[in-house]
């Protein structure tokens, strides 16, 4: 998979063995459209939920996020996550990558306000709107094969988009200030 922008445009990383890669074009699109809200002006804490090989984040550096949260609870992501970190040579400073259970690592960072968050669970079941009611961020960003039919209390939906099999939709926090 290619890095479509920013500072390391173009470099290319590994898709992640466990679970589901996202696709170059579906992360591509939502980049355009986090673009296109002012989502990506002020990237201080980003997270990557179910990360897998980390496309999203890595995305997020490459685009001058200035901290990225990588969580998946398997070992063959966190191993590929590490290798397309490392083969990038990027700074230890910009990241923290933690092997757990999504909803325990949101549960113990809750106090956390994070600018964007990606949630890209493998097509099973997970508990958007629990983990919505858990997590802070000013936008979220979630792949799903099914429609996401609720609005989480504090957000309002503004995309709903589908790219083959993987729908895509993104909320922002009602009290956001970034956009």
């Given amino acids: 998979m290619r890095i479509t922008g920013g500072e390391l445009r173009g470099r290319i990383i590994k898709g992640s063995i466990a679970g589901r890669p996202s696709l170059m ?3 591509h699109g939502v980049f355009s459209v986090l673009y296109s809200i002012n989502a990506l002006a002020q990237l201080n804490f980003v997270v990557d939920l179910y990360c897998g090989s980390g496309a999203y984040g890595i995305e997020s550096i490459s685009r001058g996020a200035k901290k990225v949260y990588f969580v998946d609870r ?6 590929t996550l590490k290798e397309n970190i490392n083969s990038l040579k990027i700074a230890q400073n910009r990241f923290e990558i933690f092997k757990s259970d999504v909803f325990k690592w949101a549960q113990l ?3 956390i306000d994070f600018d964007l968050a990606f949630i890209d669970p493998p097509y099973s079941s997970c508990s958007f709107s ?3 009611t858990i997590l802070k961020a000013n936008t979220v960003v979630i792949e799903s094969e ?3 039919n609720f609005v989480p209390e504090d957000y309002i939906k503004l995309v709903n988009k589908q790219y083959g099999g993987t729908l895509v ?3 922002k926090r009602k009290d956001s200030t970034n956009g």
């Fill in 25 to 27: 074009r579906v992360k």
């Fill in 74 to 79: 398997s070992y063959k992501s966190i191993r």
């Fill in 109 to 111: 960072h809750k106090d």
């Fill in 130 to 132: 629990e983990l919505l």
């Fill in 146 to 148: 099914k429609e996401i």
């Fill in 169 to 171: 939709t993104i909320f």
